[in-house]
T-cell receptor, first 113, second 111 residues
Framework: DTAVSQTPKYLVTQMGNDKSIKCEQN?????MYWYKQDSKKFLKIMFS???????INETVPNRFSPKSPDKAHLNLHINSLELGDSAVYFC????????????FGSGTRLTVV | GQNIDQPTEMTATEGAIVQINCTYQ??????LFWYQQHAGEAPTFLSY????GLEEKGRFSSFLSRSKGYSYLLLKELQMKDSASYLC????????????FGAGTRLAVHP
């Protein structure tokens, strides 16, 4: 019954590898997001999708490629992982402009070694 | 600009009242959010203010002054479980929602 679920919760991988994080929401929301929270705890937007269409790409390196097969899913694929990619990645969703607030997933802690 | 400033850390005593301030410099203001984030967990939505004034929700209240670019979150009757980070956030004005978050205020509640 989890509203926004993302997997995996933890991901440890070596530099240079390619990995994916999956996100699904069952709230009927039409907008989904990826946020990155670094070691200083800043939450920074990476991508925003509305009804499967990319709305915001916040100057994220093109090693990061989001994919939204339908409005309930937004996956994040990362190529050639670097040490600086280590962070917690949060998926979120909202209805329309999000005035009712975002619902966040529980986060994926990515550690690149 | 879209700077959002809030204190880094605060401490308070169980049962007390604490006010966490947030100032923002966002053109085309579109409302101000507060989120709570416990360590190792997802942020959870607390409040959204778009008009001036105080909005109360149980022990938590949020205030907004658009002319001053200022908001605060007021927590009453503090409980130990209120120890968390409190994030102030504002949407980007250019179109679809793009929440810009402050760095968060880490609140420690002591007995």
């Amino acid at each position: 019954d989890t509203a926004v679920s993302q997997t995996p919760k933890y991901l440890v991988t070596q530099m240079g590898n390619d990995k994916s994080i999956k996100c699904e929401q069952n709230l009927g929301h039409d907008t989904m997001y990826w946020y990155k929270q670094d070691s200083k705890k800043f939450l920074k937007i990476m991508f925003s999708y509305n009804n499967k269409e990319l709305i915001i790409n916040e100057t994220v390196p093109n090693r990061f490629s989001p994919k939204s097969p339908d409005k309930a899913h937004l996956n994040l694929h990362i190529n050639s992982l670097e040490l600086g990619d280590s962070a917690v990645y949060f998926c979120a969703s909202s209805l329309g402009q999000g005035a009712g607030g975002y619902t966040f997933g529980s986060g994926t802690r990515l550690t690149v070694v | 600009g879209q700077n959002i400033d809030q204190p880094t850390e605060m401490t308070a005593t169980e049962g007390a009242i604490v006010q966490i301030n947030c100032t923002y410099q966002t053109s085309g203001f579109n409302g101000l959010f507060w989120y709570q984030q416990h360590a190792g967990e997802a942020p959870t939505f607390l409040s959204y203010n778009v008009l001036d004034g105080l909005e109360e929700k149980g022990r938590f209240s949020s205030f907004l002054s658009r002319s001053k670019g200022y908001s605060y979150l007021l927590l009453k009757e503090l409980q130990m479980k209120d120890s968390a980070s409190y994030l102030c956030a504002s949407p980007f004005s250019g179109g679809y929602n793009k929440l810009i978050f402050g760095a968060g205020t880490r609140l420690a509640v002591h007995p």
